[in-house]
């Protein structure tokens, strides 16, 4: 018998968020801050999955919506919806939640990752088994495609963004 597949995430620390009753989870060290909601500028040219836009301390962060790509019924944000800042390879970002409920510490052997996925859940790398439940895994550099990110970066470029972090 084989082991269970691992995933290859050094964190134990995680953030985790809700989103429609269901419990996310973003490593801690890619987690910069979260703040109450604000209004989201539209991002002409970006992709489904890019809400819009935020300023943040000047500088103009993309806005990711988990519910697009988690395909879960759209609503439009609310006064009680957080912001979750996050950094990425590439560039920080923002995800909007329902709440942001706390930091975990998670075991690593807690964490496996799921049957591969593909198309609109390919950013969910893993799942914690905690006593309570499961938490899904968010990996927000797997968040977009290519194209996604390269209609991005094009995007950013027309709105006059500079997309240096």
């Known amino acids: 018998m084989s082991a269970s597949p691992r995933l290859a995430v050094p964190a134990s620390r995680w953030v985790t968020f809700t989103l429609e009753g269901q419990r996310y989870a973003l490593p801690l060290e890619s987690v910069h801050r979260a703040l109450r909601a604000v209004e989201i500028t539209p991002l002409p ?27 879960l019924p759209e609503r439009p944000l609310q006064v009680s919806d957080q912001l979750i800042i996050a950094r990425t390879s590439r560039r920080d970002v923002v995800l909007v939640v329902d709440s942001v409920l706390e930091l975990i510490d998670a075991p690593l052997d807690a964490l496996s990752a799921p ?13 914690l088994a905690l006593p309570d439940g499961m938490v899904f895994i968010e990996d927000l550099e797997r968040f977009l495609s290519p194209e996604e990110d390269r209609a991005l970066d094009s995007a950013l470029r027309e709105a006059g963004v500079d997309r240096a972090r």
């Not at 809400?51 to 919506?65: E, H």
């Not at 049957?115 to 799942?127: D, Q, R």
């Open 115 to 127: 049957l591969p996925l593909t198309g609109n859940l390919a950013h969910l790398s893993g799942v």
């Open 45 to 71: 040219l970006a992709p489904d999955a890019v809400a819009g836009a935020i300023d943040v301390g000047g500088r103009t962060l993309p806005v990711f919506s988990l519910r697009v790509r988690l395909r």
